[in-house]
Nanobody, 120 residues
Framework: QVQLVESGGGLVQAGGSLRLSCAASGSILSINAMGWYRQAPGKQRELVARITDGGSTNYADSVRGRFTISRDNAKNTVYLQMSSLKPEDTAVYYC??????????????WGQGTRVTVSS
């Protein structure tokens, strides 16, 4: 099994910053892409940012220039540095990882989510 554990969410004022972390552990052989998604109340889950094992990144238009995704392959950890936060960034943020397990299976895994609330 593979577990993703997120941390770093919380309450912040508009214009502030937060850094999310997500550590993967368990029966991991290798991790392909890792990403962050978010789901606001009453809305569908959406991609925020994604990073490949080679370091290529892509971002949602709404966060490009304000958020930065990075990863530490040695630690199986992905980060999301969020700056210039806006009230519309309020959501539950979920970590995602595309993992090859030691059992030669490739699966998609999700974290439990961490809540980010941006007050105006």
């Amino acid at each position: 099994q593979v577990q993703l554990v997120e941390s770093g969410g919380g309450l912040v004022q508009a214009g502030g910053s937060l850094r999310l972390s997500c550590a993967a552990s368990g029966s991991i052989l290798s991790i392909n892409a890792m990403g962050w998604y978010r789901q606001a109340p009453g809305k569908q889950r959406e991609l925020v940012a994604r990073i490949t094992d080679g370091g290529s990144t892509n971002y949602a238009d709404s966060v490009r220039g304000r958020f930065t995704i990075s990863r530490d392959n040695a630690k199986n950890t992905v980060y999301l540095q969020m700056s210039s936060l806006k009230p519309e960034d309020t959501a539950v943020y979920y970590c995602n990882a595309d993992v090859w397990t030691i059992f030669a299976r490739r699966n998609d895994y999700w974290g439990q989510g961490t809540r980010v609330t941006v007050s105006s």
